[in-house]
C-alpha cells in the first residue's frame, strides 16, 4: 500500500454527508441508527481535530475547577464499584496493581536521536515486522487497507503520539500519527495498526475489555524492539521500550494521586488547592493538578493492558511458538470481551499478574 493523505475536510465531510442520509431513512433498524450516530461522532472528531482544535492542557485550576476534576474521577472510579465490572476494577484491586507497580524504580530517561526516513519507509518496517511475526496479523492489515485505502494521516500538529478512529457502521478504522522524525513514529504506527486489527477482528469491544484495549498495541510495541535487535535501529528501539516503562511507571504514581484525592473527597466532601498542597508536601502544586486533570479510567487501563503486554511477551520469550499461539488468542478472540476468559485462553491469572516483574520479563528490550 502506498501511503495517501486523504485526510481533508472535504473527503471527511463526503463521510459524515453519507451517514446523515442513511440516519434519515425510515426503514433503518434501531442497531443500525445507534451505529450510524455512533460513526457520525468519530468523523465530527476528526473534523475537530483537523480544524487544529487539539487536546490543550489548562494550565491552571482555581478550586472548584479542581474539586470538579476530581469528582468526575471519583464518579469513574463509584460507577466500577458498582459491580458494573469485574471485582479487579474495584479499587483494592487497583490499588494492589499499584502496590506491584512502585516496587520498581525508574530507568534513565532516552532522548530520541531524528531519522530521515519517509513515511512511507516508517510504514513498511513497520508492517514487515508484522509479517515475519505474524502472517495472520499481517493479513488483517492488508484487509484494513482494502477497506481504506486512506488508513494513515501523518500530521506535524497533534500533540498525541497516535490514534485509532473507527467507523463502526462501515466497519473502517483510520489511523492519526504524529510525525515527529524520530524512531517513535514506527511505534506509533505499530501501536495504532494493533488498535486496526483488533478493531475489524473483534468489532464489538465493550464489557470489561477496555480495560486492557491497549495490550495488543503495547504487546506490539514490545515484539517491534524485539525484532530490532541486532540492526542498526537496536539502541533507538531499547530507548523507546525504556521510556515507556518509565512512562508507565509514572501513570501508576498518577493514579495512587487519584485515588488518595478521590478518598479524601469521600471523606471530606470538598478538596482544595490548600489541601493538596498539605496531602503532597513534597510535591508541586502545578505537578498534582497535571495529575488530576487526566482521566482515571485511561490511566487505569493503560496499567492494566501493559502488565498484560508484559506477561504476553514474556510467555513469547520464554517459547516463541506456545508465545506466539496466545498473542493470536488475544487478537482473534471471536468477540470476547470478558478478561477472565480471554486470559484464561492465553494461560494468564489475572489476579496473580506480576506487574513487579515487568522488568524482568523485558530486561532484553529495555537498556
Known amino acids: 500500500m502506498n501511503i495517501k493523505d486523504l485526510w481533508d475536510d ?42 487544529n482544535h487539539l487536546y490543550k492542557h489548562n494550565e491552571m485550576f482555581d478550586d472548584d475547577n479542581l474539586d470538579h476534576d476530581i469528582r468526575t474521577n471519583l464518579d469513574l472510579l463509584q460507577h466500577y464499584e458498582k459491580g458494573v465490572n469485574e471485582n479487579y476494577i474495584k479499587r483494592d484491586k487497583i490499588k494492589e496493581l499499584i502496590n506491584k507497580y512502585i516496587k520498581l524504580k525508574q530507568k534513565k530517561q532516552h532522548k530520541l536521536n531524528r531519522i530521515n526516513y519517509s513515511n512511507q519507509h516508517k510504514l513498511n518496517i513497520s508492517k514487515n515486522m508484522y509479517r515475519n511475526f505474524n502472517i ?38 483510520y489511523l492519526l500519527v504524529e510525525n515527529n522524525n524520530t524512531i517513535e513514529d514506527i511505534y506509533n504506527i505499530t501501536h495504532e495498526l494493533a488498535h486496526g486489527i483488533d478493531y475489524i477482528n473483534n468489532p464489538d469491544l465493550g464489557g470489561d475489555y477496555i480495560f486492557i484495549q491497549d495490550s495488543p498495541s503495547f504487546l506490539m510495541e514490545m515484539i517491534l ?63 498534582i493538578e497535571r495529575v488530576l486533570s487526566t482521566n482515571y479510567s485511561d490511566n487505569v487501563r493503560n496499567l492494566y493492558s501493559y502488565v498484560v503486554a508484559s506477561n504476553l511477551f514474556g510467555q513469547y520469550s520464554y517459547d516463541k511458538k506456545e508465545g506466539s499461539k496466545n498473542i493470536n488468542k488475544l487478537f482473534f478472540r471471536n468477540n470476547e470481551n470478558n478478561i477472565t476468559n480471554i486470559l484464561h485462553k492465553t494461560d494468564m491469572d489475572f489476579d496473580n499478574l506480576e506487574a513487579n516483574k515487568i522488568k524482568e520479563k523485558q530486561k532484553k528490550i529495555l537498556l
Do not use: A, H
Not at 463526503?14 to 434519515?24: A, C, G, P, S, T
Not at 426503514?27 to 461522532?41: A, C, V, Y
Open 10 to 51: 472535504t473527503f471527511v465531510n463526503n463521510k459524515l454527508n453519507e451517514l446523515y442520509i442513511l440516519e434519515d431513512k425510515k426503514d433503518i433498524s434501531i442497531k443500525e441508527q445507534l451505529l450510524i450516530e455512533d460513526s457520525i461522532d468519530t468523523y465530527t472528531e476528526i473534523l475537530r481535530i483537523l480544524s
Open 136 to 173: 495472520d496479523l499481517f493479513n488483517s492489515i492488508k484487509e484494513i487497507e482494502n477497506r481504506n485505502p486512506s488508513l494513515f494521516l501523518f500530521t506535524n500538529n497533534y500533540n498525541r503520539y497516535g490514534q485509532c478512529f473507527f467507523d463502526v457502521y462501515n466497519k473502517t478504522p
Open 225 to 287: 524492539t524485539n525484532s530490532c535487535i541486532g540492526s542498526d535501529l537496536e539502541n533507538e528501539s531499547k530507548k523507546v521500550s525504556t521510556n515507556l516503562f518509565n512512562i508507565i511507571l509514572d501513570i501508576s504514581e498518577i493514579v495512587d494521586i487519584q485515588i488518595k484525592t478521590i478518598e479524601y473527597i469521600e471523606k471530606e466532601k470538598y478538596i482544595s488547592n490548600n489541601d493538596l498542597i498539605s496531602m503532597f508536601p513534597n510535591i508541586s502544586i502545578d505537578t
